[in-house]
């Protein structure tokens, strides 16, 4: 299996970032939430002066052979066509990198479709899908292997370019379905409080859609180790993200995590590495059902609550400017010090 070196940013900086911090010219904590993330935006870089760099939101696509089981709304198609407008610069995630300045990597990993090659996105399919994990494992050590891989090279190549910050998107349907079995699996929490509406299943629906998951999980003849639920359910897409996560925090870059989905990604990562989660931050708190019980169980506190959840990478990238700001808050405010002001508090 793919290795990756994560260590957690060495603690010696952090007393300095402090006390920076504390000599900004406003008062102590005034403001909020911006002064802890330019302290672990420090961290992760390990400066007194972190700056964002050339942003990238890389989106995998793949299906899953679960959808046979119709535990979506939508039907398996939808992937595809979503691809196309994606490729047309017509979905939410499209308008947001343009108004943030993201660079956005559309990645094909496993689509049930073939698109022409001279198409702009990035070909590196893995197979048409997954295999449906109601039968058997959605994929092999070897595909497990490749997914990672992936992963791991387009944020490299990100890196390459100057990228220090880096988003995760998805399309793919049924992966809240995945992400709910890794959720209850990996935090023990019952199945039933993980599983959504998705892309808006009424309740007869969610009803459908827990007891098939239900008999998924308890058919699942594996050896519970995270290597093995990551692989048994997840989907090409959601692997190749763990991969460019682990990546990320490799390479020490900032990773701004979206929804359920890409939150259940960083869940996965973290229990195979767990200082993975010292370079994470959670863009937003999405709407869909037990996405807020797992941030609660990764003491994750997200930067904006807006009530969304069309994955993407969208909450992520909306949350980019917050995080921006906290670190322009320590590369352009003055110390009180260097102002030769009188420090008006204690």
């Not at 990597?105 to 049930?112: H, K, M, N, W, Y």
């Not at 259940?264 to 990562?269: G, T, V």
């Not at 807006?306 to 906290?326: K, N, Q, R, T």
């Amino acid at each position: 299996m793919k290795t990756f070196n994560i260590v957690r940013p060495d603690e010696a900086i952090r007393q300095r970032l402090e006390f920076k911090n504390n000599d900004l010219t406003k008062p102590k904590g005034a403001l909020g939430r911006l002064e802890d993330i330019a302290i672990q935006l420090g961290m992760i870089q390990q400066t007194l002066t972190p700056r964002l760099k050339n942003p990238h939101n890389i989106l995998f696509a793949g299906d899953h052979g679960a959808a046979e089981e119709n535990i979506s709304k939508s039907p398996k198609e939808i992937t595809w066509q979503v691809l196309y407008n994606f490729i047309e610069g017509g979905q939410g995630i499209n308008f947001l990198c343009r108004q943030h300045g993201f660079v956005l990597d559309i990645v094909d990993v496993g689509v049930d479709h073939d698109f022409e090659a001279e198409m702009p996105i990035i070909h590196r399919k893995i197979a048409y899908g997954t295999k449906n994990y109601c039968r058997e494992a959605a994929m092999s050590e070897n595909e497990l292997e490749k997914a990672l891989e992936i992963g791991a090279e387009r944020v490299k190549t990100a890196f390459k370019k100057g990228c220090n910050i880096v988003s995760f998107g998805e399309m793919g349907i049924t992966n809240t379905s995945a992400s709910a079995i890794w959720m209850s699996f990996f935090t023990g929490i019952d199945l039933k409080e993980c599983v959504g509406a998705g892309s808006g299943l009424d309740e007869k629906g969610i009803r459908h859609k827990y007891q098939v998951l239900k008999r998924a999980m308890e058919s699942y003849p594996g050896d519970c180790s995270a290597w093995d639920i990551i692989r048994y359910f997840g989907g090409f897409e959601m692997v190749a993200a763990v991969g460019g996560m682990m990546q990320a925090a490799e390479l020490k870059m900032v990773v701004l995590v979206d929804g359920f989905i890409m939150t259940a990604c960083m869940l996965a990562a973290s229990k195979i590495y767990p200082d993975i989660l010292h370079y994470a931050i959670f863009g937003h708190s999405g709407e869909e059902t037990g996405h807020r019980q797992m941030l609660a169980y990764l003491d994750a506190e997200p930067v904006l609550q807006l009530g969304m959840h069309l994955g993407e990478g969208s909450g992520a990238v909306c949350a980019f400017p917050i995080i921006d700001s906290a670190a322009r808050m320590f590369c352009e405010m003055k110390t009180f010090h260097g102002a030769d002001m009188t420090k008006y508090f204690e």
